[in-house]
């Protein structure tokens, strides 16, 4: 079964920082496409940053919010994916989730594997 677990959340002040890291147990981790999404109560979930499976500094998303502040990145060697968040805003507070798209399947909106999530609070 195919695992993908959150870590770093927590409460933090408004202009502080947080590190987000995701771990997989996906054996092909390399093949995969890496997004993390967030969902705030009473709000849809959208995606706030994607690092593709062959990745550059050209290619990464983020959303115009973040741009920035956030910053993924990845380790094919450790299976893991992370999200580096500074500055943030009381805006930012959500539940934060990683998900997993093989290759570009992202492109279809098809993300294959999610994680149970962890939440981001931000006091002003």
């Known amino acids: 079964q195919v695992q993908l677990v959150e870590s770093g959340g927590g409460l933090v002040q408004s202009g502080g920082s947080l590190r987000l890291s995701c771990a997989s147990s996906?054996?092909?981790?390399?093949?995969?496409?890496m997004g993390w999404f967030r969902q705030a109560p009473g709000k849809e979930r959208e995606l706030v940053a994607r690092i593709p499976w062959r990745w550059t500094d050209r290619n990464t998303y983020y959303q115009d919010s973040v741009k920035g502040r956030f910053t993924i990145s990845r380790d094919n060697a450790k299976n893991t994916v992370h999200l580096q968040m500074n500055s943030l805003k009381p805006e930012d507070t959500a539940a934060y989730y990683c998900?997993?798209?093989?290759?570009?399947?992202?492109?279809?909106?098809?993300?294959?594997?999610w994680g149970q999530g962890t939440q981001v609070t931000v006091s002003s």
């Open positions: 996906l054996s092909t981790f390399s093949t995969y496409s």
């Open positions: 998900a997993a798209s093989l290759k570009d399947n992202w492109s279809l909106g098809i993300y294959d594997y």
